[in-house]
């Protein structure tokens, strides 16, 4: 087993995905058989995206149902992961000199628990969140990640999660689920060779990849979680998609792995 482990982006796609058990949470559950245990995960979600960067010093954070209009039963879903403060000062003194706060209201957004609840369904290895800072370019978050890299060889699992694509006024809310977009997969297509290949500037520079990534990125948001993880990379650092997708025609379910599972 390597002492490095890996960074994983998951496209976490609907939040009901908490609660349903198909291809995807199937993945998600075979990605936490086999890579080796954390001893506590960093997770960075599109959906904390706020002016300034905190990380969460709670030792038991909430579950939060940060959502309208779903069924009674997802706001019933809790996921009772411990947090580790000890983690959330760590990252604070390896971001240093940039102002991280030490947050004690937020807690686990659905980002994150809609997918480790089937990574680690017994909720317990102790999770920290970092915030996005929503003021900043994407250079400043792929930054981060570099930053954040020697977490890897410390027990922490890096995880960012979001979606490749993520065009909500494309997607097709109703039953009949349509084949994915063709710009959507352009898109896809293009940032997997981009990954693989490691051309990370172009990744940063998304904006300027035409108008298949503005179609397919329309805010940045969901985005952004991947660039945490790639920036996490070393030179001899795999890249694999473990999980793969397009759900409603518009939202990638792409995984991203960088370094070996095992």
């Not at 709670?58 to 992961?81: C, K, M, N, W």
């Not at 580790?84 to 003194?93: I, K, S, T, Y």
Request: hydrophobic share 40%; charged share 20%.
């Amino acid at each position: 087993m390597s002492d490095i482990l890996p960074a994983i982006f998951f496209g976490h796609g609907n939040p009901m995905n908490a609660l349903m058990q198909n291809a995807y949470t199937e993945a998600w559950r075979r990605i936490g058989e086999e890579t080796p245990r954390p001893r506590a995960i960093l997770a960075i979600s599109a959906h904390w995206f706020v002016p300034g960067t905190g990380v969460t010093i709670s030792t038991a954070p909430r579950t939060i149902h940060d959502f309208g209009g779903f069924p009674r039963e997802l706001y019933q879903v809790r996921y009772p992961a411990p947090g580790d403060p000890a983690l959330a000062r760590r990252v604070q003194a390896l971001l240093d000199p940039l102002p991280v706060t030490l947050d004690d209201t937020w807690g686990l957004d659905h980002g994150t628990w809609s997918v480790l609840t089937h990574v680690y369904p017994a909720a317990d290895v102790p999770i920290v969140q970092l915030s996005i800072d929503e003021t900043r370019p994407a250079a400043f978050h792929y930054d981060i990640g570099r930053r954040l890299a020697p977490l890897r060889g410390e027990g922490v699992l890096i995880v960012g999660s979001g979606n490749l694509v993520h065009n909500l006024h494309a997607y097709a809310w109703g039953r009949h689920m349509p084949d994915p977009y063709d710009w959507a997969v352009r898109f896809e297509e293009e940032a997997k060779g981009l990954l693989v290949s490691g051309e990370h500037t172009r990744l940063v520079d998304y904006e300027s990849l035409g108008r298949e990534a503005l179609l397919s990125i329309p805010t940045p948001d969901h985005y952004l979680p991947l660039l945490y993880v790639i920036g996490t990379r070393q030179s001899s650092d795999p890249i694999t998609f473990p999980v793969s997708g397009v759900d409603g025609g518009s939202i990638s379910m792409l995984s991203v792995r960088v370094g070996a599972a095992t």
